[in-house]
């Protein structure tokens, strides 16, 4: 199975909708950060949720950075997502497991917070990026992800993200959907698709019945005929290296630099999105300070 977003409009041209399977996308993220239970949907949801506003927004070759700053334990969520599908993401705090809600979901209000704010910055290879931020008015990530949608880019939509863990920490299913409402649509067309989603169970669950995207879709917008227009791969992809890395040493000042060969005899680099790690010889970092001159 390779995750897949689907993409829709409805033939009355008043609704654009996507649905994404990214259960392998998470199972992934969990693996490398070795997420525990909150962390895992938390930074699972972020992930979601910028893909989808990425394929929704953004152009194939332009990029954008979510940051999600609560007052919760697990601290910052950074997540990187471009309109093919690519996505990378860290949280700062991977190991927080809190008790579950009393209807048995996990809280993941309670590990991001309520109080902070949901950013989003687009390198849209002008000038300056754009950023858009707004503030937190659930910690639950959907409902931040369609307030940024309706106040940034003046889009109101219905986002939901979803992640379910299993008892011993993997992912058992993650996914998510992003409605979109275009002019022309009434507030009857949006309280038949409001009543849709009162009623659809949460996207992690209609994929461990194993429903497909389409069937998700068709129980989303049931009652609204659908054009479906693309089905496109979506992956976790990190795209460091030890030459990006090599680059970012270079940065530092020719002191911090010899102190690390004289005290160290070498470096390693990690990364925080994939957990990958580089090593620098004394001699590949003597080769740094040379180039410095």
Known sequence: ????????????????????????????????????????AALGRTMVGSLLVATSTLKEDEVLTTRVQGDGPVGTIVVDANAK???????????????????????????????????????????????????????????????????????????????????NETIGAAGGFL????????????????????????????????LSNKDVMEKIMNGIEMKYLQDMPVKFQCDCSKERFSKALATLSRAELQATIKENHGAETVCKFCGNKYQFSEAELKDIVANKD
């Open 1 to 40: 199975m390779t995750d897949t977003l689907t993409k829709a409009v409805s033939t009355d041209g008043k609704f654009r909708a996507y649905v994404v399977n990214a259960t392998e996308m998470i199972q992934e993220t969990q693996k490398r950060h070795d997420t525990w239970r909150n962390s895992s």
């Open 179 to 210: 409605i979109q409402t275009l002019p022309g649509a009434t507030d009857a067309d949006i309280d038949k698709i409001e009543a849709n989603l009162k009623i659809v169970p949460n996207m992690s669950t209609l994929l461990k019945e194993g």
């Open 85 to 167: 599908g690519d996505v990378k993401g860290y949280i700062s705090n991977p190991h927080v497991a809190l008790k579950a809600r009393e209807d048995g979901h996990i809280d993941v209000k309670a590990a991001v917070g309520t109080k902070g704010t949901l950013s989003i910055t687009k390198d849209l290879h002008l000038k300056a990026p754009f950023t858009g931020s707004v503030p937190l008015v659930s910690g639950e990530i959907g409902m931040d992800f369609a307030y940024y949608m309706a106040k940034s880019e003046q889009i109101p939509s219905a986002i939901g993200v979803s992640v379910f863990v299993n008892p």
